[in-house]
């Protein structure tokens, strides 16, 4: 070999990109950061390309929660991280980022409080890839009682019944550190039909957070729109002298489904409507329905479908199937009574007519199916799904406000028109 060639050969390896050992330790990319934070808990998501190893721990004085990625290098997503920190967020005041080892990331969330974490992996589903989820419960889980009693007035009848439950905590039992309720115990001495308090009516929007339901061709996502008209009939039925109202979420963020019916069970609500809005293949389809549970087969082909359809809500929102209490969920899967789906029928044709005269109707009878969300044992339960927001026209007519506060208005009024002649199921002493 020539030197000239010699010289030639060397050049060109010199102009050779040189690889890191940084770039080929990291296997996964970060593709999208995102943040949901809510007085019950905040969840940070990091959507990967592939699964990683994650390893954490929580630090004191101050509170810290350490996170280690491997298989990961610095990026522009993982940076944007820090912008996404809102200044109200209940638990982190503020996260750092930082290539801790060749092959490791390491975030530090600077905390407001003491938590209890669950980190964990979900697999792709739906529009997601790969996700690493850290989800910051408060040490001492929010009791929804304890909730409910704060945000009513000081001669509430309702408040002054909360009170008396929380006097004895030893007897009530609390959430779990996860976030999950525990089923109420029967009322001792409970008066089913002569409790001076009143009416608890339990409002469920929909979806939430990683989880934003059927999306119509506008944008317009449904998670958003159900918990428009929930806030809406929220008002509708606090500003009522015998009822008030709970919602199992009042913001963007995901409760599971059974902790949806765990926590309407834990403030004893005497009924509970769960709000949505249909998506299906077919764009034309259009109209409101309204559903119960079904302890045997669904009672059409489409109850059937939508069902599965909003069963599948904690796998796209995402729950930590090895920290579920499967025992729980499946026993209060089992607990439905006839009474409850009875009552759940009467309550439902009476919403449904007069949802009839708001938007028509897809179904003239109470569909009925085996949706998770409706399966408490002792409350009547209905969901309601408010129109086609797949509809080009329906999606439409659920952006407009003054349309969302006639939806609200028609829940109430069959709800008022139900409790009217029936005596709450649920009622406690």
């Given amino acids: 070999m020539t030197r000239r060639r010699i010289l030639a050969t060397a050049a060109t390896l010199l102009s050779l990109p040189v690889i890191s050992k940084v770039a080929q330790a990291a296997s996964s990319q970060i593709l999208a950061v995102r943040t949901w934070p809510a007085d019950e808990y905040t969840r940070v998501t990091l959507e990967l390309n592939a699964p990683l190893k994650a390893e954490h721990f929580t630090l004191s004085n101050p509170n810290r929660l350490v996170v280690d990625l491997q298989g990961l290098s610095m990026s522009t997503a993982l940076n944007s991280l820090i912008s996404k920190i809102k200044p109200n967020d209940p638990y982190i005041s503020a996260v750092r980022v930082a290539q801790n080892r060749a092959d490791v990331v390491r975030l530090v969330l600077d905390l407001k409080q003491a938590i209890a974490p669950q980190v964990f992996t979900l697999k792709p589903i739906g529009d997601y890839q790969y996700r690493l989820v850290l989800d910051l419960y408060p040490k001492v889980a929010k009791d929804p009682l304890l909730a409910l009693g704060s945000n009513m007035a000081g001669d509430d009848p309702l408040a002054s019944v909360l009170d008396k439950l929380t006097q004895n905590r030893s007897n009530i039992p609390v959430p779990s550190v996860n976030g999950q309720v525990q089923p109420r115990p029967p009322a001792a001495g409970g008066n089913r039909n002569g409790a001076s308090r009143p009416i608890l009516i339990a409002i469920d929007p929909g979806h939430g957070g990683e989880d934003p339901g059927a999306i119509g061709g506008m944008g317009t996502k449904e998670k958003d729109i159900v918990l428009a008209i929930g806030r809406r009939l929220r008002n509708l039925i606090n500003a009522q002298p015998n009822m008030r109202a709970y919602m199992t979420r009042d913001a963007d963020f995901f409760v599971p489904l059974h902790v949806r019916v765990q926590k309407a069970r834990r403030v004893k609500a005497d009924l509970f409507i769960s709000i949505h809005a249909d998506a299906f293949t077919n764009k034309s389809a259009r109209g409101t329905s309204v559903f119960a549970l079904s302890r045997g087969g669904a009672s059409s082909a489409a109850a059937r479908w939508l069902a599965k359809k909003e069963n599948a809500a904690d796998l796209i929102g995402g729950i930590d199937i090895g ?107």
């Fill in 323 to 429: 920290d579920h209490d499967r025992n729980t969920a499946s026993v209060l899967l089992d607990m439905s009574t006839t009474a409850q789906i009875k009552d759940s029928l009467d309550i439902g044709h009476r919403v449904l007519n007069s949802l009839a005269q708001v938007n028509g109707i897809q179904s003239r009878r109470v569909e009925q199916a085996g949706f998770a969300v409706l399966r408490a044992p002792d409350i009547p339960s209905i969901l309601v799904e408010t129109a086609f927001i797949s509809n080009p026209q329906e999606e439409r007519f659920l952006r407009n406000t003054n349309n969302q506060q006639q939806i609200a208005s028609a829940i109430l009024s069959g709800v008022k028109g139900y409790f009217a002649t029936n005596p709450p199921l649920a009622r406690i002493g």
